[in-house]
Each structure stands twice: as C-alpha cells, then as structure tokens.
C-alpha cells in the first residue's frame, strides 16, 4: 500500500464514520418520533437500520486495523485513527441506544400514552445537537468546537432530572403508570447516556487534533438525588 | 466556488478537453492553461442556477462538490465556499443523500423522493439525484432539491384540524344517540329527565362549537366585517364581568373587574370585543378551582390600552404556552373534557384582538395562575 493509497484509505474511512454519525443522528430522530406517535413500523425501521450501523461499524474497524497493520502511521495520522478507533464505539452505542427506545416504543404500543412528551424529544433534540456538533469538530479537525460541546450536557441533565422527577410523580400518584413510567425513565436515561457519547467523541477529536489527551468537562447526572426525592414521593413521612 | 465559477471553470474545462484531442502539434499545451474569460452564456446560465429557488448541487465524478448555489447552501445549511472541494458527506449530513449520490455516480442510478435532512431544524425535502455523463466516460451527480417543510407542515395541520373537529362533533352526536336510543326502549322518568338533560347539554356544546368554528372561518378568512365605533373598554369589561357573576359565584369563585374611572376607549366592534372579554373569562373560570379569584383589568397610558384577565388558576406549564392560541390545543385534553370548553375560545380571543390590530400575550407559573393580556393601540377621545 502506497502513501497515496494509505491517505485514500485515510479519508474513505473518516467519511465512513460521518455516514454512521449520520445515521445513529437520524436513528436517534426517529426512535423518539416513533415513541411520540407509538408507531410500530417506525421502531421495526429503527432496528433494521441498526444492522447498516453495525456494518459501517465493521468496515471501519478493519480498514484502521489495516492502516495500522500496514502503514505504522505516525503523529497525527496515527491519533486520527486511534481516534476513529474509539469514536465508532460510541456511535455504535448511541446506535444501541435507539433501538432500546424503538424497543420500549413496541413494548409500550398497546397502553395509552402516559402524557404528552414534551421534555424527552427536548433531551433528543439537544442530544443529537451535541452528537452533529461533535462530528462537525471531527470532521473539520476543529478542537475548539470539541471543547465547547460537552457544555450543552448540563442542560440535558437538567432536562434529565426534570423528566425522572416528573415521572416518579406520576407513579407514587397512580401504580397503574408503573409500567409506562419506568419504561420512559429508561428512555430518557438512554438520551442522557447518548449526550455522554457525544462528550467522549468530542475527547477524542481534541486527542486527534492537540496530541494531549484531556479529560473534558462533563457535568454529573445526580442520580443519588433524584432517587432519595423519589424515596420522598414513595414514602412521605 | 460558486455555482457562477464552477460553470465558468466548467465551461473552461470543456474548452481545454476540446483543445487536448487536437494534435499536440497545432494546439501547445502553454495555450490551454492561459484562463479563459467565461462565455457569455455560460455567465448566464450560471446567473439563473445562482437565482434559482430550487437547491443545487453539482457533485464530480471523485464524489467532491464542485458547486453549490444559495438556495441549496441555505437548506443544508452550509457555507459554499467551505464545501466546495469537500467530500459531500463531510458537508451535508445525511446518509441518504450520500448514498444516492453514490449510486448515481457508480451505476448512474436516479431517484427522486422525499428525505428528511436534520440539522440545525428539520426539513423535509423533495430531492431528486440525476446522473450526468461527461463524455469522458465518467459521470457527475447533480441533486436537485425542493423544500416542501412549510408544504407539509400545512398539510398536518389541515389534517389534524379536520381530524380534531371530527372527534369533536362525533363524541357528543355519540353521547346523544346512546341516550335517545335507551329514551325510545322506554326509560324511568328519573333517568329520563336526566338523559334529556343531557342531551340539551351536548346539543348547545355541538351549537358552541359550532359558532366557534364558523367565527373562526369567517375570521381566518378575513371576511370578517368590523363595525368600528369608538368602544369604551372599562364599560365593556364590566358588563361582561357582570355576565360571567353568576356563574363564578355558583363555581365559588371570586370575580372582579378593576377598570379606570375616566374610561378607556378605543376604535373596534364592539360585539367582537365583547366575545374576546367573555371568552377570555370563560378560560379563566374553566380553569380556576373553588376558591380562586379571577381580575378583568383595564389600563392605559400613552402608549396604548390594554385588557388583562388574570386567575389564580391551575396554570400552564412554559412548553404549552407559546401553543394556547392555537385552534384546539388543549394542555390537558381529560381536564378539558370534564369542563367543557370547544378549544377554539382563544384562537378567536387572537384573531378578533389582532384584527383591531392588537396582540395578546399569556404568561402563567404551573400551580400559579394564569395573565392573558390584550394589548391595544392608544385609546381615542370620545
């Protein structure tokens, strides 16, 4: 393999990782859309869709495994391909994370909707923001956009906190919604979970771009208290 | 590089490829290079592909773009001058679009359907994917898309509104043939007096609504004839204060008008104004419990008079707000149901207000209570 043929390679590999980013943004849309309107053949989509995601996944690991194999690349060659590496990971799990959703949206087709959503298509708007802009920092090379997106987390976490402690409302009110209730804390668990994988790319790119690998600010989602409120509404002194 | 470039680089591109099959002899290579001032037409050309409200993408035979013009720049929402020479996905986020691409340039497959691109908003695009042979045996992808996202979204609404006025009309024409049927199978006089109780109940609901929907019309299509006169809205906020008295008092509520002492009067019908005050109160008193307290307010000053209702109701969560004067939005559809209401009150409150070219405003705290606010030009001697 020739270094023309390596930097082919390179960049044929780097638009794969934005063409699986493409598709867990989208699937993520329309995992949520189909929990909005419990629609059925919507959520199977989804997880068709999940195979093309496992593919592409597969594609790129084996072509970064050849370059690496192959071509001992080095400095920032070498960093964008660990990067790549790590970054399909996370996008095959926020490819996973869909298909939960597109899961509880069949599990939960038959039952009335517990409420209109309001604040969950909020956290997937934001999250899916948080992914476009950290492959957008990946695929322009631009480490200042990495450092910026992981701050877009505390408003999903907040939003996060907001729709458990709604829920479990709605549960200790009627045990009838238990069922619905934890099913879309679960949901939107998976949504604050994709915004985390959107922070680790972001890592990555900086990794990618600066050679330092740096811990960046991420914002913790304070489960504990959300639980001990919730032991508040289940057993009221 | 902008469409207008591209076309005149195109255009030179195609001149040097003619140049390249004659012999070498009769056509030095030095010539070729020199840079060709763009043909008339093809500055043309380019000018109406820049102008065109259609988005487009011109993608060479590498899968780079090689154009964009500023109608597609502004769907997909990137810059021309950053995209150009980048491969298609790393500036147009979409797999779909990609792989049509893609196949149009390896197999010169066309399609032309419907795609959905999310970026900053979602837009539903009709776009279609063609295949250009260049005549040197490879081709070059052009994608045409049109915008259809306010077209869809007006077909939704069309659709949900139809939908809405269905239900509404059929659950009580429901109600009301589940009664008159057992009426006919013969009924005690007890269940009887209160079967046709109800029945003139969801009757005048169906007469509400209706009316609604018909004011509505007439009000959407500007139809509407305004009778202007000079309405003092002190006066009119309290008679219409006094209609409601008995109701809020049988509710348990307490109901006020506070209204300035010299009058507020500005230029409108006074019947339509009427309607946006007791519609207004009607809202509040739907959605006040026993207890509370309901204030029609007028104020004025310089620069215009406006009328605030204001309860001390359940309130209304911030993400429902900006949507309560739309026609049938209802925040809590099971509330509402056992309260009555057409759904249609503050969509007609909203037209009538800004056909006396007002506005209205709602704010409200969930739990609080709720401020609907009508705010009108300045007030006119009498």
């Known amino acids: 393999m020739g270094r023309e043929n390596f930097h082919r390679i390179l960049n044929e590999t780097q638009q794969d990782v934005l063409r699986m980013g493409s598709l867990v943004e989208e699937a993520i849309n329309r995992a949520v859309d189909a929990l909005g309107r419990s629609d059925v053949a919507l959520a199977d989509d989804i997880l068709r869709f999940d195979d093309i995601i496992d593919d592409l996944n597969v594609r790129i690991e084996t072509n970064c495994l050849n370059l690496l194999a192959l071509q001992q690349p080095m400095a920032s060659d070498l960093r964008t391909i660990a990067a790549m590496l790590d970054i399909v990971i996370d996008l095959e799990r926020i490819g996973d994370h869909a298909c939960d959703i597109a899961q509880i949206t069949k599990s939960l087709a038959e039952e009335p909707p517990l409420k209109p959503l309001i604040d969950i298509p909020r956290m997937a708007a934001k999250a899916r923001e948080m992914l476009r802009e950290s492959l957008d920092a990946f695929a322009n090379h631009d480490a200042a956009i990495a450092h910026l997106v992981p701050q877009k987390d505390d408003e999903v976490d907040r939003l996060y906190r907001a729709v458990f402690q709604e829920l479990i409302g709605f549960m200790a009110h009627d045990p009838k919604a238990i069922n619905r209730g934890s099913n879309l804390i679960l949901v939107a668990l998976y949504l604050e979970r994709i915004a985390d994988h959107a922070t680790n790319i972001c890592e990555r790119v900086v990794y990618m771009v600066e050679g330092v690998p740096k811990k960046l600010k991420r914002s913790v989602v304070e489960i504990n208290r959300a639980v001990a409120h919730s032991d508040t509404l289940l057993n009221p002194s | ?382």
């Open chain 2, 1 to 382: 590089m902008t469409i207008g470039a591209f076309l005149a680089a195109a255009g030179l591109a195609a001149l040097v490829a003619a140049r390249r099959r004659t012999p070498a002899k009769q056509e030095p290579a030095a010539v070729v290079e020199l840079p060709q001032p763009p043909s008339e037409s093809s500055r043309r050309m380019a000018a109406l592909l820049e102008a065109l409200p259609a988005g487009v993408i011109i993608v060479a035979p590498d899968g780079r773009i090689a154009a964009v013009n500023a109608s597609a720049a502004s769907m997909f929402g990137i810059a021309p001058e950053r995209a150009i020479g980048r491969a298609l996905i790393e500036s147009v986020r979409s797999y779909e679009l990609d792989r049509r691409v893609t196949a149009a340039l390896a197999s010169g497959i066309e399609e032309s359907s419907e795609l959905t691109f999310i970026a900053a908003t979602e837009r539903r695009l009709h776009v279609a994917t063609r295949a250009v042979n260049r005549g040197d045996g490879r081709r070059e992808a052009l994608v045409v898309a049109v915008d259809r996202t306010r077209v869809i979204e007006l077909e939704t609404m069309r659709r949900d509104f139809v939908s809405n006025v269905s239900h509404e009309l059929r659950s009580p024409l429901t109600a009301i043939k589940i009664m008159t049927e057992t009426l006919q199978d013969g009924a005690d006089p007890a269940a009887s007096k209160e079967f046709l109780e109800n029945i003139a109940r969801e009757t005048d609901r169906m007469i509400a609504l209706v009316e609604d929907l018909l004011d509505l019309a007439r009000l959407e299509s500007g139809r509407l004839d305004l009778r202007f006169d000079s309405v003092d809205l002190s006066a009119l906020v309290r008679d219409a204060v006094r209609s409601q008295t008995i109701r809020a008092s049988k509710l348990g509520i307490r109901l006020d008008a506070v209204t300035p002492s010299d009058g507020a009067a500005i230029a409108g019908d006074r019947d339509m104004l009427t309607q946006v005050v007791v519609n207004l109160l009607d809202n509040a008193l739907r959605n006040t419990p026993s207890g509370g307290a309901i204030t029609a307010r007028v104020s004025s000053n310089g620069s215009g008079v406006a009328v605030d209702v204001e309860d001390t109701g359940i309130g209304i969560a911030s993400d429902a707000l900006p949507h309560v004067f739309e026609r049938f939005y209802v925040v809590d559809r099971s509330r509402a149901k056992s309260k009555g209401g057409t759904g249609l009150g503050l969509a007609i409150v909203k037209h009538i207000v800004e056909a006396h070219g007002g506005s209205v405003d709602a704010q409200s705290e969930l739990g609080r209570g709720s401020l609907f606010r009508c705010s009108f030009g300045p007030a006119v001697r009498r």
